[in-house]
């Protein structure tokens, strides 16, 4: 019976309701995944301690951490995301489900707003079809997992260019200064998330689109006064706060970490080396977060004059699918003038791309035809069901794939075997045991192996197989337990004298 009912729902009801079963379902599987994967080294784990730690101290005003031995202040990110992860931890714990599901709301508000703006633009099928691409995409589920700050500022970004979207098509003035408000708002949020870089990315496509079809008088429209007092009040307490407590805060934070950052190697980071790849990964990186709705385009097309000509000559001056292809292309080059970029960097174009692929599609013609649709039908619930598949093998699988050892610390600190116990790290000491293992971490700088071995005599020594090959295990210790690259090793056990 509830099979029958279940088939007369898909076949009745309609595709919004459909859209929303499904995505609810994918996003559902993403939450469960949560609670079993332990947090990733060494950004993920960092960030997951900071909400921890803002949680258990109650200053939702002073990211810290333990670093070097020492807690400290992380001066590299404003603080909105700790302080929903820290909300979180308030809510369900110091667990892994907590500090993630920030990213996770993240992730629904991403999608609402590529619903709502594409169902305004060009009603509720291409709005579904625009926001499948979104949902279907590896990279977007991935990290809608991860206690990172990037798909925040991907919201944020996105956001406001759907607000200033929703702005351009309005006609009453009392809603249209509305959506100046959400413009604004959302620029205040993504300066809190990240820093003025939500500013460029959010800008650069509004102020291209805005330059190329000559519509500077729809400026005079905004609600300037009331827009620019709700983003200072916004983003600016938080500022002054800090830099107030911390006289050289600002001077780091935008000279450091928002310019030299991303033009020169040496740039003065406190908290570890950022990472290098080359100029141009951007655009790598961007192809790899568009998969597999990139791959749609390569279908030929049926009508190719209507799609030419929308294509090269008049596709900029529309405002949905024009702004959003500035969108990808902006956000894309941005990040190709330098060489310390990461893949959670191009999270903001994963909506825009999908607006520019649904719309192409549309305009080709492939939309249209029967046969098409069926196909695509059955593709999106195949893929749809293999992403469910893998995140929830990915739970038992990703241990044996990779030095995780997160697994192994969370394991350590829940076993009644070691309860009491103290734990002790050779020469450096993981963010994610710092997360799981709590105050039972004799936290220290990091030190040479000599110096390891006499301070840790009293504690379980816990060494990566790297390390053991190169420095050894000291005389007077037993082998605890094993796994992956990692291994734990009893207290010094004292030889007795004849």
């Given at each position: 019976m509830?099979?029958?009912?279940?088939?007369?729902?898909?076949?009745?009801?309609?595709?919004?309701?459909?859209?929303?079963?499904?995505?609810?379902?994918?996003?559902?599987?993403?939450?469960?995944?949560?609670?079993?994967?332990?947090?990733?080294?060494?950004?993920?784990?960092?960030?997951?301690?900071?909400?921890?730690n803002?949680?258990?101290?109650?200053?939702?005003?002073?990211?810290?951490?333990?670093?070097?031995g020492?807690?400290?202040?992380f001066?590299?990110?404003?603080?909105?995301?700790?302080?929903?992860?820290?909300?979180?931890?308030?809510?369900?714990?110091?667990?892994?489900f907590?500090?993630?599901?920030?990213?996770m709301?993240?992730?629904?508000?991403?999608?609402?707003?590529?619903?709502?703006?594409?169902?305004?633009?060009?009603?509720?099928?291409?709005?579904?079809?625009?926001?499948?691409?979104?949902?279907?995409?590896?990279?977007?589920?991935?990290?809608?997992?991860?206690?990172?700050?990037?798909?925040?500022?991907?919201?944020a970004?996105?956001?406001?260019?759907c607000?200033?979207?929703?702005?351009?098509?309005?006609?009453?003035?009392?809603?249209?200064?509305?959506?100046?408000?959400?413009?604004?708002?959302?620029?205040?949020?993504g300066?809190?998330?990240?820093?003025?870089?939500a500013?460029?990315?959010a800008?650069?496509?509004?102020?291209?689109?805005?330059?190329?079809?000559?519509?500077?008088?729809?400026?005079?429209d905004?609600?300037?006064?009331?827009?620019?007092?709700?983003?200072?009040?916004?983003?600016?307490?938080w500022?002054?706060?800090?830099q107030?407590?911390n006289?050289?805060?600002?001077?780091y934070?935008?000279?450091?970490?928002?310019?030299?950052?991303?033009?020169?190697?040496?740039?003065?980071?406190?908290?570890?080396?950022?990472?290098?790849?080359?100029?141009?990964?951007?655009?790598?990186?961007m192809l790899l977060?568009?998969?597999?709705g990139?791959?749609?385009?390569?279908?030929?097309f049926?009508?190719?004059?209507?799609?030419?000509?929308?294509?090269?000559?008049?596709?900029?001056?529309?405002?949905l699918?024009?702004?959003?292809?500035?969108?990808?292309?902006c956000?894309?080059?941005?990040?190709?003038?330098?060489?310390?970029?990461?893949?959670?960097?191009?999270?903001?174009?994963?909506?825009?791309?999908?607006?520019?692929?649904?719309d192409?599609?549309?305009?080709?013609?492939?939309?249209?035809?029967?046969?098409f649709?069926?196909?695509?039908?059955?593709?999106?619930?195949?893929?749809?069901a293999?992403l469910?598949?893998?995140?929830?093998?990915?739970?038992?699988?990703?241990p044996?794939?990779?030095?995780?050892?997160?697994?192994?610390?969370?394991?350590?600190?829940?076993?009644?075997?070691?309860?009491?116990?103290?734990?002790?790290?050779?020469?450096?000491?993981p963010?994610?045991?710092?997360?799981?293992?709590?105050?039972?971490?004799?936290?220290?700088?990091?030190?040479?192996?000599k110096?390891?071995?006499?301070?840790?005599?009293?504690?379980?020594?816990?060494?990566?197989?790297?390390?053991?090959?190169k420095?050894?295990?000291?005389?007077?210790?037993?082998?605890?337990?094993?796994?992956?690259?990692?291994?734990?090793w009893?207290?010094?056990i004292?030889?007795?004298?004849?």
């Amino acid at each position: 019976m509830t099979f029958y009912r279940m088939r007369n729902f898909f076949e009745t009801a309609s595709a919004a309701k459909k859209l929303f079963c499904f995505v609810s379902l994918l996003l559902l599987v993403r939450l469960f995944s949560n609670c079993f994967l332990p947090v990733f080294d060494p950004s993920e784990a960092r960030y997951a301690n900071i909400c921890a730690n803002m949680a258990a101290s109650g200053n939702f005003l002073e990211p810290k951490f333990i670093h070097d031995g020492e807690m400290q202040i992380f001066e590299g990110k404003p603080p909105l995301y700790f302080q929903m992860g820290a909300l979180s931890c308030k809510l369900f714990g110091r667990n892994e489900f907590a500090v993630r599901f920030p990213a996770m709301l993240s992730a629904i508000i991403i999608l609402l707003l590529v619903f709502f703006t594409v169902k305004k633009f060009k009603g509720e099928i291409s709005a579904v079809q625009t926001t499948l691409i979104v949902a279907l995409s590896p990279v977007f589920l991935a990290f809608s997992g991860f206690c990172m700050t990037d798909l925040l500022l991907a919201a944020a970004i996105c956001g406001a260019v759907c607000f200033y979207l929703l702005f351009l098509s309005e006609a009453d003035r009392k809603r249209k200064k509305l959506f100046s408000c959400g413009f604004f708002a959302a620029m205040g949020v993504g300066m809190i998330v990240k820093g003025p870089v939500a500013l460029v990315l959010a800008g650069m496509p509004i102020f291209f689109f805005t330059a190329i079809n000559c519509r500077w008088r729809d400026l005079k429209d905004h609600a300037w006064f009331a827009g620019i007092l709700l983003f200072l009040l916004i983003s600016a307490p938080w500022f002054w706060l800090m830099q107030a407590k911390n006289p050289d805060f600002l001077e780091y934070f935008f000279i450091n970490e928002n310019f030299k950052r991303f033009l020169f190697k040496d740039y003065g980071d406190r908290y570890g080396a950022g990472r290098e790849s080359f100029r141009g990964m951007a655009l790598l990186f961007m192809l790899l977060c568009n998969l597999p709705g990139l791959l749609l385009l390569a279908f030929p097309f049926k009508n190719r004059k209507n799609f030419k000509f929308a294509a090269l000559r008049n596709y900029l001056r529309e405002p949905l699918a024009g702004m959003a292809l500035l969108w990808v292309i902006c956000g894309t080059l941005f990040w190709c003038l330098t060489s310390r970029v990461l893949i959670t960097y191009l999270l903001p174009t994963i909506p825009a791309a999908a607006i520019v692929i649904a719309d192409l599609l549309e305009k080709s013609g492939r939309l249209q035809d029967p046969v098409f649709c069926r196909k695509m039908k059955k593709t999106v619930v195949i893929w749809g069901a293999l992403l469910m598949l893998v995140t929830v093998a990915s739970i038992g699988c990703l241990p044996t794939l990779r030095d995780n050892g997160g697994h192994f610390f969370r394991d350590l600190a829940r076993s009644e075997k070691y309860a009491g116990s103290s734990f002790y790290f050779l020469r450096k000491t993981p963010y994610s045991a710092e997360f799981y293992m709590g105050s039972r971490v004799r936290h220290h700088a990091n030190e040479s192996q000599k110096i390891s071995a006499a301070n840790s005599r009293e504690c379980i020594l816990l060494v990566n197989q790297k390390e053991l090959k190169k420095y050894g295990i000291p005389a007077g210790r037993k082998l605890l337990d094993r796994r992956g690259f990692w291994s734990a090793w009893s207290p010094e056990i004292s030889t007795p004298r004849n």
